[in-house]
């Protein structure tokens, strides 16, 4: 298993930015990819952004994509996500979490942290 904790939430007017960290430890070298997900109040989660372990490729959902950033500090076992132009609809709590392969289920989860857009 591996532990993620996610911190870098905040409020923050709309038009502007955040970075999220989530720091990785125990079986990190069983990695394959890292998500980035948010779930909003009453909403379903949803899938943000991932970035694979062995080639920092990285994938985004079409609502994020040209605004967020996904990047990784192999040394540090730590995932970003820079967050620009934020929107309101942005509000959420994020969790970032962790497949050791393609075809398996992100089975690692961290706590969240929130993020509020303020119009």
């Known amino acids: 298993q591996v532990q993620l904790v996610e911190s870098g939430g905040g409020l923050v007017q709309a038009g502007g930015s955040l970075r999220l960290s989530c720091a990785a430890s125990g079986r990190t070298f069983s990695t394959y990819e890292l998500g980035w997900f948010r779930q909003a109040p009453g909403k379903e989660r949803a899938f943000v952004a991932s970035?694979?372990?062995?080639?920092?490729?990285?994938y985004y959902a079409d609502s994020v994509k040209g605004r967020f950033t996904v990047s990784r500090d192999a040394a540090k076992n730590t995932a970003f996500l820079q967050m620009n132009s934020l929107k309101p609809e942005d509000t959420a709590v994020y969790h970032c979490a962790t497949r050791d392969s393609y075809l398996s289920q992100y089975d690692s989860w961290g706590q969240g942290t929130q993020v509020t857009v303020s119009s």
């Open positions: 970035i694979r372990w062995s080639d920092n490729s990285a």
